[in-house]
């Protein structure tokens, strides 16, 4: 298979056409990975494992990293507290924010990156 070369998204016009794409032909759970990764800058392996009750109703978040095993504590912007209330709405406390499609476990970080 021939390597692919990624780039970053560098502008916010650019992040704003990937939330549209998201939007318009992905999951709503798609769009809300992204828009969380954008808004926190954590990676995948430590965002899959998040319960609703890790960030519902709350200002900031602790988290252990995965890759450093170091204790992090950042803050959730207010717009991204408006998207966590709205796309947890119908959620548990216990649910995985990242669900898999096979039910409540987290979702595989490796299906991220695998192409469809």
Known sequence: ??????????????????KWALRRY??????????FGINTGLRVSDMVPLTVDDVRGKTHVVIREKKTNKTKRFMLPVKLREEIEDYTAHMSDGEYLFASRKGNVPLHQHKLIEPS
């Open 1 to 18: 298979m021939k390597e692919k070369n990624v780039q970053p998204l560098r502008t916010a016009k650019e992040i704003e056409d990937m």
């Open 26 to 35: 992905g999951s709503e759970r798609d769009y809300f990975l992204f828009v």
